[in-house]
């Protein structure tokens, strides 16, 4: 090829613009002029093809066994024949035998430009894929581009992506150019490039959120163990601390609430609960039941039950408006929650204490009933 040394030239450039490796390149550029090669000259399995990694100059050439007798001069060469080019060649040895068509420089020269264009296309996919999949199950920021019916157009700096409606928190709505944090569920090879599938709903979206406000919970001295969430309206997260002068809770509010409103600004004012987790499960479901006041939990490991007992003038704070609160908690700590007020609590007692009674007072009805028919059959 007379211009070979152009073609290293322009690969190196490649290379250092697009990040895409010289010698990968040139090892698709030989495979492919090997195809070429086969195709225009009915060449065998033996051919190969190599580039000059530094002039760029092209060779074809023949791998020939060697043998005492030749029967097929494709495949094979003569013993006298071989050692005419390596004076060291035995019997069994394979040989390199030059058979560079005529003109095959510009065959070479056409196959360069598309093997080029094509792995270049390719790198670019795949250099994407990886970067994205390394965002997997974390958050990116993207910039607003179009609504698309329901759906939005967001750009992710260099793919396209859609935030569908049923990843959308309700009541949202932003403006183009607008830039929001999102989280990214899956990323998928595909032959146009990576898809990637994003969410504003997603719970992880508030631990991540968390894991660039608050330096605790990225280093690891604040671990947050669940979250449970509602979006657009509350999540609840529970948290613990692995350094015991460490307040977790204080951790992640941050001095004047600096840290946790930041998060929440983020989400668009999204109202967010931390509470301390705990290994009891009473303290923590009493914990979870925040900001409401506790007065006994009695619970059931095996049944993943509770039964919580709260003030009177705390029972609808317990609960939650429409049972959010007691849903929110029941998420966070895995446990079906009964939530009753004092007073409820106290009237079933009594019920049951009144039913206790009357069963006694039949039980005894009945023994008296019993004592008194045996001593009319003794009289009798």
Same mark, same amino acid.
């Given at each position: 090829?007379?211009?070979?040394?152009?073609?290293?030239?322009?690969?190196?450039?490649?290379?250092?613009?697009?990040?895409?490796?010289?010698?990968?390149?040139?090892?698709?550029?030989?495979?492919?002029?090997?195809?070429?090669?086969?195709?225009?000259?009915?060449?065998?399995?033996?051919?190969?093809?190599?580039?000059?990694?530094?002039?760029?100059? &092209?060779?074809?050439?023949? %791998?020939? #066994? +060697?043998? $005492?007798?030749?029967?097929?001069? =494709?495949?094979?060469? @003569?013993?006298?024949?071989?050692?005419?080019?390596?004076?060291?060649?035995?019997?069994?040895?394979?040989?390199?035998?030059?058979?560079?068509?005529?003109?095959?420089?510009?065959?070479?020269?056409?196959?360069?430009?598309?093997?080029?264009?094509?792995?270049?296309?390719?790198?670019?996919?795949?250099?994407?894929?990886?970067?994205?999949?390394?965002?997997?199950?974390?958050?990116?920021?993207?910039?607003?581009?179009?609504?698309?019916?329901?759906?939005?157009?967001?750009?992710?700096?260099?793919?396209?992506?859609?935030?569908?409606?049923?990843?959308?928190?309700?009541?949202?709505?932003?403006?183009?150019?607008?830039?929001?944090?999102?989280?990214?569920?899956?990323?998928?090879?595909?032959?146009?490039?990576?898809?990637?599938?994003?969410?504003?709903?997603?719970?992880?979206? &508030?631990?991540?959120?968390? %894991?660039? #406000? +608050?330096? $605790?919970?990225?280093?690891?001295? =604040?671990?947050?163990? @669940?979250?449970?969430?509602?979006?657009?309206?509350?999540?609840?997260?529970?948290?613990?601390?692995?350094?015991?002068?460490?307040?977790?809770?204080?951790?992640?509010?941050?001095?004047?609430?600096?840290?946790?409103?930041?998060?929440?600004?983020?989400?668009?004012?999204?109202?967010?609960?931390?509470?301390?987790?705990?290994?009891?499960?009473?303290?923590?479901?009493?914990?979870?039941?925040?900001?409401?006041?506790?007065?006994?939990?009695?619970?059931?490991?095996?049944?993943?039950?509770?039964?919580?007992?709260?003030?009177?003038?705390?029972?609808?704070?317990?609960?939650?408006?429409?049972?959010?609160?007691?849903?929110?908690?029941?998420?966070?700590?895995?446990?079906?929650?009964?939530?009753?007020?004092?007073?409820?609590?106290?009237?079933?007692?009594?019920?049951?204490?009144?039913?206790?009674?009357?069963?006694?007072?039949?039980?005894?009805?009945?023994?008296?009933? =019993?004592?008194?028919?045996?001593?009319?059959?003794?009289?009798?």
């Amino acid at each position: 090829m007379n211009n070979g040394r152009e073609l290293i030239e322009a690969l190196n450039q490649i290379e250092k613009e697009k990040g895409i490796s010289k010698d990968i390149l040139l090892e698709a550029m030989e495979n492919s002029l090997v195809a070429a090669c086969k195709n225009e000259y009915g060449k065998a399995d033996n051919i190969r093809v190599n580039i000059d990694r530094e002039t760029g100059d &092209v060779v074809v050439y023949a %791998e020939k #066994e +060697v043998v $005492e007798e030749v029967e097929d001069d =494709v495949l094979e060469i @003569s013993l006298a024949n071989a050692r005419l080019r390596d004076i060291k060649c035995e019997l069994g040895d394979i040989v390199h035998v030059e058979v560079t068509p005529r003109n095959f420089g510009r065959i070479a020269a056409q196959k360069a430009k598309q093997v080029v264009v094509q792995k270049i296309r390719e790198e670019e996919r795949k250099s994407l894929y990886h970067q994205y999949y390394d965002k997997e199950r974390d958050i990116v920021t993207g910039i607003v581009q179009r609504y698309m019916g329901r759906n939005i157009s967001i750009n992710l700096g260099k793919v396209d992506t859609v935030l569908p409606e049923a990843e959308q928190v309700k009541g949202e709505y932003f403006q183009p150019t607008e830039r929001i944090k999102l989280y990214v569920v899956e990323v998928k090879d595909t032959t146009k490039g990576p898809k990637i599938t994003v969410s504003r709903t997603h719970p992880e979206l &508030v631990k991540r959120l968390f %894991e660039y #406000e +608050v330096a $605790e919970v990225r280093d690891g001295t =604040v671990e947050i163990c @669940s979250i449970s969430r509602e979006a657009g309206s509350r999540t609840k997260i529970a948290v613990r601390s692995n350094n015991p002068d460490v307040d977790p809770v204080g951790a992640c509010v941050g001095l004047n609430g600096s840290r946790v409103n930041a998060v929440v600004d983020e989400l668009r004012g999204e109202k967010i609960d931390i509470v301390n987790w705990n290994e009891d499960p009473a303290v923590f479901i009493e914990n979870a039941l925040s900001p409401a006041k506790v007065v006994s939990v009695a619970v059931d490991e095996e049944e993943k039950t509770a039964s919580v007992i709260v003030p009177d003038y705390q029972l609808s704070l317990a609960i939650g408006k429409e049972g959010q609160n007691a849903r929110l908690a029941a998420r966070l700590t895995g446990y079906k929650i009964d939530i009753k007020s004092e007073s409820q609590a106290s009237e079933e007692a009594f019920a049951e204490a009144d039913g206790m009674e009357e069963d006694i007072l039949m039980e005894a009805d009945m023994e008296e009933s =019993v004592e008194m028919q045996e001593n009319q059959d003794v009289e009798e």
